[in-house]
């Protein structure tokens, strides 16, 4: 799944900025050209008379181009690879997309929602809120298919085929936070005096990259263990452009949910 990364600023001055910057770079390119050989003191004078003169006529038409482009169209890419970075105004911002909790756009990189349309997140806090939102997510899960007495998740910073490894012996999430250490953060902990099932009133967005947890889940009708899900928050993103946006190296390593859950089943709960 890609992201689309947007950096906010002023779009026109940045168009007209580039759009010069490759110009010029062709009208140096050309100077050289004519400054070699036996042509060096004619070729120079002649080259940096047109050079001044291009310039004056460059900075002109990147001015026009620039209102042009900026008028004509939502966003102007750069980069490259398969996450190139979008940017925009923060008038165009402001007016089609939702900030993250309705806070005002600022100059700087925001990414969007990958899997709703129209919201927009700080780059520095998109990891954080989108590993919320599933952790959120599997809970509404839970819920809605058992009575849930218990319910503990756990974030280990090591992938799930290492944690695999070394669980034999581990029958809780306290215990793989014991054999963690400072690897391991506790996400949410809830208990239940009263286990009932609440139906879902909302589509469920990342589910769907949970399998092993809908699979354990799925016809239970009481149920206590726990689940080794991957959890890879990087959405292929490495590099310099992760540097570049400003993302924290810990969002880019493979992580393991632990899911440990305890419910009743329908008997279990009317005695």
Known sequence: MSLTIYQVREAESFIQRIWREQIESKLVSSFHGLSTGSKVAVGAAAATGALVAATVAV????????????????TWVFGEGPYPIKVISESYATKFFKHFQGEKLHHGFYIEHPRKEGILFPASRFHAEIEKEQVHEIVKFLRANLLLKRYKIVRVDEERGSVSAKSRDIKSAVDFQAAYNNKATTLIEWTYPDPEVIPLTERLVWMNKFEIIRASVGGCKAKSGVCLEDLDLSFGIRGSVAK????????????????????LSPSQAAA
């Open 59 to 74: 900075e002109a038409a990147a001015a026009a181009y620039a209102a042009a482009i900026a008028a004509s169209v939502a």
């Open 244 to 263: 570049q946006v400003g993302f924290s190296e810990m969002w880019l390593k493979k992580k393991t949910l632990v899911v440990e859950i305890e419910s």
